[in-house]
């Protein structure tokens, strides 16, 4: 491990977890990642982005594509920023994927998901499905496509695949998650037991959260829970997660759950990493070496 992993993680739970527990709604949420995002998160150099509409069935979504200085595959990651479901959006996460364009040479697509509690359950799920049938009908090759997603827009990214395969479509060539979110009924252990180890995410914010995505809707619904979902068939899955994360169990059991179902898993649990680390590859060599590791899987998926 890195000398700079515990310096991070002693800021992290000194001020940004802070900064998330008394931020005062969505909107100041919000307003603090992307600033962050503008201040620490840089893509390599070279790298483009530009605005598109996917667009299938009468449904459109705005997305952000992020294009690798030197292009050389015709493969496309679709991915789901996280936030839960309230913030985040395809500008905090575009130079982490710019970074994984560089390593894998494949452009990204970022779907602009409508955010809760404007819009709450189904619209984020709608507009992610309306974004893959977008890429689809714009002629991309299901089999030449990579969905991935960290946190919440991880539970969006395995609620599509649960959909795909369920209907019997074309799916993905895999699905990748940083530190997802699987169970909205927060009945994993490590909820409550990593609540003060946990380097950015405030526990008792959770249920707040998941009332302003979910309102009276069942948290145990598959369709909101992918750790109940039926993935029969499925993609392979690669999933990642740190071992002080209250999120950490969900990775766990969404990994076991996977592999009884019969779907190819590559599952990994990192000692003392925050939330989502890899968006901090810019200073945090572990977030390199994870990067890395995704992209020899995607190259393997891809083979």
Request: neutral net charge; proline residues 6%.
């Amino acid at each position: 491990m890195s000398l700079l992993r515990p310096v991070l993680n002693s800021y992290l739970r000194l001020v940004e977890k802070p900064r998330l527990a008394r931020a005062e709604g969505p909107e100041q949420m919000r307003a603090n990642l992307e600033r962050q995002a503008r201040y620490f998160f840089h893509a390599p150099r070279g790298t483009q982005k530009q605005w598109q509409i996917l667009q299938a069935a009468g449904r459109q979504v705005e997305a952000l594509e992020v294009v690798p200085r030197v292009l050389t595959s015709d493969s496309v990651i679709l991915y789901i920023h996280g936030g839960g479901f309230v913030f985040g959006s395809p500008r905090t996460h575009a130079a982490m994927l710019g970074k994984i364009g560089q390593l894998t040479g494949m452009r990204a697509v970022l779907p602009r998901y409508r955010l809760a509690p404007e819009a709450p359950f189904p619209a984020a799920a709608t507009d992610v499905r309306t974004a893959w049938d977008g890429l689809i009908a714009s002629g991309v090759n299901p089999a030449h496509v990579i969905v991935g997603g960290d946190s919440a827009g991880g539970a969006l990214a395995l609620g599509l695949l649960a959909e795909l395969a369920g209907a019997g479509a074309a799916q993905p060539a895999g699905v990748f998650c940083f530190s997802t979110l699987t169970d909205l009924t927060y009945s994993g252990e490590s909820f409550r037991q990593n609540a003060q180890a946990e380097a950015v995410l405030v526990a008792e914010r959770a249920d707040e959260m998941c009332r302003m995505y979910l309102g009276n809707h069942p948290a145990e619904d598959p369709a909101v829970s992918p750790l109940f979902a039926d993935f029969t068939g499925a993609a392979p899955v690669w999933l990642t997660v740190g071992d002080t994360e209250i999120l950490r169990d969900d990775s766990r059991r969404m990994a076991a759950r996977l592999r009884e179902q019969g779907v190819d898993v590559c599952f990994t649990e990192v000692c003392d990493l925050p939330h989502v680390w890899p968006i901090l590859h810019n200073i945090l060599p572990e977030a390199r070496a994870s990067l890395r590791d995704l992209a020899a899987w995607i190259s393997q998926r891809l083979d």
